[in-house]
């Protein structure tokens, strides 16, 4: 009898391990935690009065991930007189060096701007394609092989990231910093790749 009991309740338990298979829906306790709505970038949702599910930071607050030095948050000098002209070499040896930083700003490029701005940067993204498709040319975004942007300093651009500029949101709050000018230095690299070649300056003999 005994052993009857034992065998009855090892076949209960192991009916009921994880990995077994049933064809009941799950027991969850709370639904409402189990499914909730998520929101992608940029997506519009009611909740809010402004519908953006890009939430702005409350304001008098100050995030423990903020970045404390002044220039890399904001992309000017210490004097806040100038935009820093290159990304700094400080920056780029705490996230692993130049080929890991330069890897990561690709990545998060892709995501983030290459549906404007196109992989290659040349402007033509899908949204681009779209929108000129739609007769709303101020919606295409730039190509960042134009000579005024080849130009800027890189903090410039990493300003224009964090705060957006004409149609172009602030991405402040859904990109970290690191991450910001991991594709400043990104773009700069797909900008060296189709930079138009030097002209021969030598005079033939």
């Not at 799950?26 to 997506?43: A, C, H, S, W």
Request: net charge neutral.
């Amino acid at each position: 009898m005994r052993m009857l009991l034992i065998t009855l309740a090892f076949a209960t338990l192991s009916t009921g391990c994880i990995g077994g298979e049933s064809g009941e829906p799950p027991v969850v306790g709370i639904r409402n935690m189990y499914n909730q709505p998520r929101y992608d970038t940029q997506e519009r949702q009611p909740f809010f009065a402004d519908q953006r599910s890009m939430r702005p930071q409350v304001e008098g607050t100050v995030s423990r991930e903020m970045e404390k030095a002044m220039a890399i948050a904001s992309g000017r000098n210490a004097n806040d007189d100038a935009w820093l002209m290159e990304v700094h070499p400080q920056l780029v040896a705490q996230n692993g060096g130049p080929a890991a930083f330069l890897s990561r700003g690709k990545e998060r490029y892709d995501i983030y701007c290459a549906p404007c701005h196109s992989i290659s940067g040349d402007g033509k993204g899908m949204v681009s394609r779209r929108a000129a498709a739609l007769g709303a040319s101020g919606l295409v975004a730039p190509s960042f092989h134009d000579d005024r942007l080849r130009h800027i300093p890189d903090g410039q651009l990493f300003a224009t990231i964090t705060n957006g500029v004409r149609n172009m949101p602030s991405y402040a709050h859904s990109i970290p910093v690191h991450d910001r000018w991991a594709i400043v230095q990104y773009v700069r690299a797909l900008q060296l790749s189709q930079a138009p070649a030097p002209e021969n300056t030598e005079q033939s003999q």
